[in-house]
Every structure is written in C-alpha cells, then in structure tokens.
C-alpha cells in the first residue's frame, strides 16, 4: 500500500484497543473493571467467549478488566448486553463514599425533649441525612412513672425494639404491651407513645426512617 493511502477498513464498527485510546484511568474504571471480570466470572465465560458475544476484542476486554482503559458508552453497552446485565450494573461500587456514623458506648448525645423532667432519657445514638432519607436513631431509657405520658407524631416510619423491662405503648387506638425482645414497627404520623410502665427500668431502642418525602431537616421532638 502506498504511503497515505487510506485503509478500506477504516471507519468499521470495530471496537478495540486502536480505536480505544488509554486516557488516565481512575477510581471508576477499576469498578467498571472489577464488575466486568466478577459477571465474566459467574457466568463462565472465557474472555474469548466475551470477545464473541460483544464484538469487543480480546485484548480490549483484556485492558477493560484491568483497568488499563476509559469505556465509551457504546463500549459499555455491549459489554452489559453481551453479560445479559443493565448497564447500570457495571458502575456499582462506584458511589460507594457513603456517610457513616460510629458512637462509641457512653458517648451518644443526651437529647433534652418531652418527657425527660419525668425520667425520660434519651440518648440520639447517630443520624443518617441527606437530600431524599433521613436515619435516626435513639436509646431510650424510661426510669420514672408518670401520671401523663408525652405523644409523639412525626414523619417516617419507626421501629422500637425492646431491651429491659415492660410496657405497654400507644400507636393511634392501639395498644401493644412490649417485653423484651418484642419489637413495633409504625407510621410515625399516628400518635404514638408509652400509656403504662408495667416494670421499670426500661430501655428500648428507637430507629426512625424517613422517606423521600421528608424534605424539613428539622427532627420531630423525639421519636418513640
């Protein structure tokens, strides 16, 4: 071929390493890597069986699973196609920077709210916010009786979880007496709240999920 002729096969839609340049790689193409090679994996596939099944070459697929290339779409596409997989598939792991909480024993945040004049303390144990849920959790511990008890209404579902002692607790027209081991789960906009201290002391834990709808950042006045 003479020199600056053009190749007939210019243009094909081939993919491979020629037409697949190796800008720098990151965090995101060792997950893409990562998912590609575990999917292969599970289904049985040689990297040639892939290389058929896509239309990708092999030594593509070879820089794919080791992060040695940035994906195009079209490249990524045929790869979930090829693995019988949504693409979306091929990014998890990438966003997993998720915000934890760790609250050593003793040292949750005493929250001051109704009912803690009349030996109602409650411990906020961590919190989980962001733009669409909100996690709270809390230990309660109820110490003293009294002859009214506060109620509770907020957004969210709530799950009580007992750990000591024994009370029957309020949800709208309902009673339920909790011991420990028992568990309530409930819509946090019924009222709620303990109507008897049957054996004290009492400790329950009180987790209250918030849902896509819960746009005020502002926490109720205690859940449980």
Not at 30 to 38: G, K, S, W
Not at 101 to 126: E, K, S
Not at 160 to 177: I, K, R
């Given at each position: 071929m003479n020199e600056g002729s053009v190749s007939m096969n210019e243009g094909a839609p081939q993919i491979g390493p020629e037409l697949d340049a190796a800008p720098q790689v990151g965090r995101l193409e060792?997950?893409?890597?990562?998912?590609?090679?575990?999917m292969r994996q599970a289904a049985g596939l040689t990297l040639a069986d892939?290389?058929?099944?896509?239309?990708?070459?092999?030594?593509?697929?070879?820089?794919?699973?080791?992060?040695?290339?940035?994906?195009?779409?079209?490249?990524?596409?045929?790869?979930?196609?090829?693995?019988?997989?949504?693409?979306?598939?091929?990014?998890?792991?990438?966003?997993?920077?998720?915000?934890?909480?760790?609250?050593?024993?003793?040292?949750?945040?005493?929250?001051?709210?109704?009912?803690?004049?009349?030996?109602?303390?409650?411990?906020?144990?961590?919190?989980?916010r962001g733009p669409h849920k909100r996690m709270e959790a809390h230990l309660v511990t109820l110490t003293e009786r009294s002859e009214t008890f506060p109620l509770f209404q907020h957004p969210g579902t709530e799950l009580?979880?007992?750990?000591?002692?024994?009370?029957?607790?309020?949800?709208?027209?309902?009673?339920?007496?909790l011991r420990p081991g028992d568990a309530l789960q409930l819509d946090g906009e019924g009222t709620h709240g303990p109507q008897d201290l049957v054996t004290l002391p009492i400790r329950f834990l009180s987790v209250v999920a918030y849902g896509t709808g819960a746009d005020d950042d502002t926490p109720p006045d205690r859940p449980g």
């Open positions: 060792r997950v893409i890597a990562a998912q590609v090679r575990r892939l290389a058929a099944r896509s239309g990708i070459s092999k030594p593509m697929l070879s820089k794919i699973e080791n992060a040695h290339t940035s994906c195009s779409l079209t490249t990524l596409a045929r790869l979930a196609d090829a693995l019988d997989v949504p693409v979306t598939s091929l990014f998890r792991g990438a966003d997993d920077q998720r915000e934890a909480v760790f609250t050593p024993a003793g040292a949750g945040a005493r929250i001051v709210a109704r009912g803690t004049r009349v030996g109602h303390d409650y411990t906020l144990l961590g919190g989980l009580l979880y007992m750990l000591a002692g024994e009370m029957v607790y309020g949800h709208g027209e309902a009673s339920y007496t």
